[in-house]
């Protein structure tokens, strides 16, 4: 059975850190690119950052380049994303995400990933 199971996520101030985790199951991690999405009240998903399975690129969005962070680590079939300087406007439910295709992940496109987590809360406080 496949899982994705994210945590991490609470309530912190502007110009906090926090760190979520993507814990992995059910499937080969290091074939699979992986994603960190959030969705805001009100607002569509979108894609924060991802990490490709051929080479470790990693792309952002440009909301959060410079700001966060996204690693994994396949000994653990753990995937992280590292938040600082967090903004009100960062404000989401954080989903982690898994999909295989051959080429890059760049574009962190939603369609494009079939394993999802269950979101975990981020609050940024002003």
């Known amino acids: 059975e496949v899982q994705l199971q994210a945590s991490g996520g609470g309530l912190v101030q502007a110009g906090g850190s926090l760190r979520l985790s993507c814990a992995a199951s059910g499937f080969t991690f290091d074939d699979y690119h992986k994603a960190w999405f959030r969705q805001a009240p009100g607002k569509e998903r979108e894609g924060v950052s991802c990490i490709s399975n051929s080479d470790g690129r990693t792309y952002y969005a440009d909301s959060v380049k410079g700001r966060f962070t996204i690693s994994s680590d396949s000994a653990k079939n753990t995937v992280f994303l590292q938040m600082n300087s967090l903004k009100p406007e960062d404000t989401a439910v954080y989903y982690c995400?898994?999909?295989?295709?051959?080429?890059?992940?760049?574009?962190?496109?939603?369609?494009?990933?079939?394993?999802w987590g269950q979101g975990t809360q981020v609050t940024v406080s002003s």
């Open positions: 995400a898994a999909g295989f295709w051959y080429g890059s992940c760049e574009g962190i496109r939603e369609h494009e990933y079939n394993y």
